[in-house]
């Protein structure tokens, strides 16, 4: 499974960006954004359940981001509304074998990034003020 992550660039405070993630694969995964930014650790944005029907979101991002898919395109997208300057980072896709969100299994994503087995490369979202 290869996931290929673009869509970054330079905004300023108050913009949008559309973040895609690319899953070349046979398999639909339940899939995840995360950002690094220097010096910290790799921090949750977002996850979204296999089939669509389930989203959940850090609290600073809320209002602001949404995460979708569109599995005939084996594409996730984040739309990423009113940024701001703490939201620079590179965000990374993921995916994970935790079918979370689905009848019956837990309502709530992977808590930690080692849960989540393919990674994309990274898109680079820079936010000035």
């Known amino acids: 499974v290869q996931l290929q992550a673009y869509g970054g660039g330079s905004v300023q405070a108050g913009g949008s960006l559309r973040l895609s993630c690319a899953t070349v694969?046979?398999?639909?995964?339940?899939m995840a954004w995360y950002r690094q930014s220097p010096g910290k650790e790799r921090e949750f944005v977002a996850a979204?359940?296999?089939?669509?029907?389930?989203?959940y979101y850090t609290d600073s991002v809320k209002g602001r981001f949404t995460i979708s898919r569109d599995n005939a395109k084996s594409t996730m997208y984040l739309q990423m509304n009113n940024l701001k300057p703490e939201d620079t980072a590179v965000y990374y896709c993921?995916?994970?074998?935790?079918?979370?969100?689905?009848?019956?299994?837990?309502?709530?994503?992977?808590?930690?990034?080692?849960?989540?087995?393919?990674w994309g490369q990274g898109t680079r979202v820079t936010v000035s003020s």
């Open positions: 993921s995916a994970t074998y935790n079918t979370w969100g689905e009848a019956g299994t837990a309502s709530t994503p992977p808590p930690i990034p080692d849960e989540y087995v393919y």
């Open positions: 694969g046979r398999r639909h995964y339940a």
């Open positions: 979204i359940s296999l089939t669509g029907g389930s989203m």
